[in-house]
């Protein structure tokens, strides 16, 4: 059974740091783009930050310049590396893949882990 599990959250104050991790498992064939995503309270999910099979990342301009994406095809990772964190950054984070596994292939979310930022 495939499946995206995260870790790394965490409490921080504004202006710190917090790495994410994102770990694939599972009969798996390939992992095509990969990316996380965040949910604040009361707002819809929107996309953070995401990256190709060949290591091309995209971000959202509200983080471009302060996080960082990265992934390692061969461990089936994705990470994510957060500096000058402020407040509004504040959410619950999702990793997700596009991820190829015979009958089970398909778009898979991991559980999300809680990022809080406050001082």
């Known amino acids: 059974q495939v499946q995206l599990v995260e870790s790394g959250g965490g409490l921080v104050q504004p202006g710190g740091s917090l790495r994410l991790s994102c770990a694939a498992s599972?009969?798996?064939?390939?992992?095509?783009?990969m990316g996380w995503y965040r949910q604040a309270p009361g707002k819809q999910r929107e996309l953070v930050a995401t990256?190709?099979?060949?290591?091309?990342?995209n971000y959202a301009a509200s983080v471009k310049g302060r996080f960082t994406i990265s992934r390692d095809n061969a461990k089936k990772t994705v990470h994510l590396q957060m500096n000058s964190l402020k407040p509004e950054d504040t959410a619950v984070y999702y990793c997700?893949?596009?991820?190829?596994?015979?009958?089970?292939?398909?778009?898979?979310w991991g559980q999300g882990t809680q990022v809080t930022v406050s001082s």
């Open positions: 599972g009969s798996i064939l390939d992992i095509y783009a």
């Open positions: 990256i190709t099979h060949n290591g091309v990342p």
């Open positions: 997700n893949g596009w991820i190829v596994a015979g009958e089970e292939s398909g778009d898979f």
